[in-house]
C-alpha cells in the first residue's frame, strides 16, 4: 500500500474498541455465571483469536457487529479442546489463558502464528510453576507452544521484574482458582483493566501502590460492558493532528485509563495541543472524546514509570518526534525488542530510510528532530503499529511512502485505512 503526503486532516473519528479490554471482556465472561452482554467490541484478527480459543472450550458466544453475547460456563466449567489452541497473533491471548488453563483439570497446547511462538514466555512460566502450575515450552526455548496440565494451585506473591499487563494478568487469573491470597508487585503500575474488569464481575480484587492482590473466588457473574475506544489506536490520530498543517480531529470515546494515557501526557509536553471533552466514566474505565489541532512541537525525554502507560504508542511517538524541534530521547523501553517485531530495530531502520536523524540504544532510541523527511519502501513486518506508524508518517512526508505487509492492521484497526481517507476530505 502506497502514501503520500496530504494537505491537511479535518473531521472526526470513533475509533474501535479497546483491545485490552475486549479480550478480558470474552475472557471473564466466558469464566462467569450467567450472561456477559459486550457492546463496542474489537473485531480485529487478536481477540477473534480469544474468542475462537473460549469457543473450543465449550462457551457459548454470538457475534453481531459489535455486540457479543457470551454464555458464560461458570468459573470450573471450561472443558477440554478438542485440538490445540491457537491464539493467532495474540500475545494478551496467549500470555492470559495461560493463567486460566494452569488451574483447570485438563491438559491442553497453546500455540500461535510464527511471531508469538518467538515472544518470550518464561514471564509467565516461572511465576504460574511458583504457583504449581505445570507448563513446559515444547521446544525448550521458553516459546510457545505450550503443553499446560491443569493442576491445583497455591498463592504466592511475586515480585515481577517487568512492568507488563500480560504477566500481572496471567497470574491474577491463575489466583482465581489458587488456595490463598496471591499477590503481585510491579516496578510501575502496568495498565489495570484486569483489576477494574474482575472486581466489577464479583473478585475480590484491589490495589496497593504498584502492587495488585487477588483472593480465590467462588463465582464470577455475568456483566454488560461497554468498550471504550481504545487509546492506542487513536495514538495515530492524535499524531497525525498535531504533524499534519491545518488539521482538527475530533476522536469520540477514548478510553483515559491513568494507567493509559501516557500518549496525552507526552503529547502536551511536546507542546500538542489537545482537549478533552465529554468525560464520562463506564465500568470504573474514564472516557473522552480528544480534540487535536496542527501544533508546534519540540523534543523531551520519556522513561521510567510513564513507559508502561504508552508502551505500545512508542513507535507513533518516535514518528512524532522527527517532526518536532530538537532532541528527543526514549529510554527504559527494552519492552519493545519482544512485541510483535523489535519494534526499536524495525523504528530506527524504517525512519532512517526516510531521512530522520535517529539512533539505537540499548532501551531506546535519540531522535534529533527536524530533518525533511522523504518517502520510503517500509517493511512492517506484519506488526500492525508499524504498518499504522508509517502510513501516517507518510502523509507528512515529500514523495511516495510503500508499506509492505500492510494488511496487518487488521490485528486491531480493521477499518484504519479507510478512516485515514475519509479525514483527508
Not at 466466558?30 to 474489537?42: N, R, V, Y
Not at 473485531?43 to 457487529?65: E, K
Request: with cysteine; aromatic share 4%.
Amino acid at each position: 500500500m502506497k502514501f503520500s503526503a496530504v494537505r491537511r486532516l479535518h473531521g472526526e473519528i470513533t475509533v474501535p474498541g479497546d483491545k485490552s479490554i475486549s479480550h478480558r471482556s470474552v475472557m471473564f465472561g466466558s469464566l462467569a455465571k450467567g450472561t456477559t452482554e459486550i457492546h463496542h467490541f474489537l473485531r480485529g484478527a487478536d481477540c477473534l483469536s480469544t474468542i475462537s480459543c473460549f469457543q473450543a472450550m465449550g462457551v457459548a458466544i454470538d457475534i453481531s457487529g459489535d455486540i457479543v453475547i457470551v454464555h458464560g460456563n461458570g468459573l470450573h466449567g471450561l472443558k477440554k479442546p478438542e485440538a490445540i489452541l491457537d491464539c493467532g497473533n495474540s500475545g494478551t491471548t496467549t500470555r492470559l489463558i495461560a493463567g486460566i488453563l494452569s488451574a483447570q483439570d485438563f491438559e491442553v497446547t497453546l500455540t500461535g502464528d510464527a511471531s508469538i511462538q518467538k515472544r518470550p514466555m518464561k514471564r509467565i512460566i516461572t511465576p504460574l510453576s511458583r504457583m504449581g502450575a505445570r507448563i513446559r515450552s515444547l521446544h525448550n526455548n521458553d516459546c510457545a507452544p505450550l503443553v499446560i496440565s491443569g493442576s491445583p494451585l497455591n498463592g504466592i506473591h511475586y515480585l515481577s521484574p517487568v512492568a507488563s499487563a500480560q504477566v500481572k494478568s496471567s497470574i491474577l487469573l491463575a489466583g482465581l482458582y489458587a488456595s490463598g491470597e496471591t499477590r503481585v508487585t510491579e516496578p510501575y503500575l502496568s495498565r489495570n483493566h484486569t483489576e477494574l474488569m474482575l472486581s466489577s464481575f464479583g473478585a475480590d480484587v484491589h490495589t496497593e501502590e504498584t502492587t495488585a492482590i487477588i483472593k480465590p473466588a467462588k463465582e464470577l457473574y455475568g456483566q454488560k460492558i461497554e468498550v471504550p475506544g481504545d487509546i492506542s489506536s487513536a495514538a495515530f490520530f492524535l499524531a497525525a493532528g498535531l504533524m499534519i498543517p491545518d488539521s482538527e480531529i475530533l476522536i469520540r470515546g477514548v478510553g483515559i485509563n491513568p494507567t493509559r494515557d501516557g500518549i496525552l501526557r507526552v503529547c502536551r509536553d511536546m507542546g500538542g495541543k489537545m482537549e478533552l471533552l465529554n468525560i464520562r466514566e463506564n465500568g470504573g474505565e474514564p472516557t473522552a472524546d480528544i480534540l487535536v489541532k496542527t501544533s508546534v512541537l519540540h523534543g523531551t525525554e520519556i522513561g521510567g514509570a510513564v513507559i508502561p502507560t504508552l508502551i505500545d504508542e512508542l513507535p507513533m511517538i518516535a514518528a512524532l518526534a522527527c517532526l518536532a524541534e530538537g532532541e528527543t530521547i526514549i529510554r527504559d523501553a527494552a519492552e519493545l525488542k519482544v512485541k510483535e517485531s523489535n519494534r526499536i530495530e524495525v523504528m530506527v531502520r524504517g525512519l532512517s530510510a526516510m531521512g530522520a536523524d535517529v539512533s539505537e540504544t540499548d532501551d531506546g532510541m535519540i531522535i534529533r528532530g527536524g530533518k525533511p523527511l522523504h518517502g520510503a519502501v517500509i517493511d512492517s513486518h506484519l506488526d500492525h503499529r508499524i504498518a499504522m506508524t508509517f502510513a501516517i508518517l507518510g502523509c507528512c512526508a515529500q514523495g511516495e511512502t510503500e508499506i509492505i505487509g500492510a494488511e496487518c492492521v487488521n490485528i486491531s484497526y480493521p477499518r484504519f485505512y479507510q478512516d485515514l481517507e475519509r479525514l483527508t476530505h
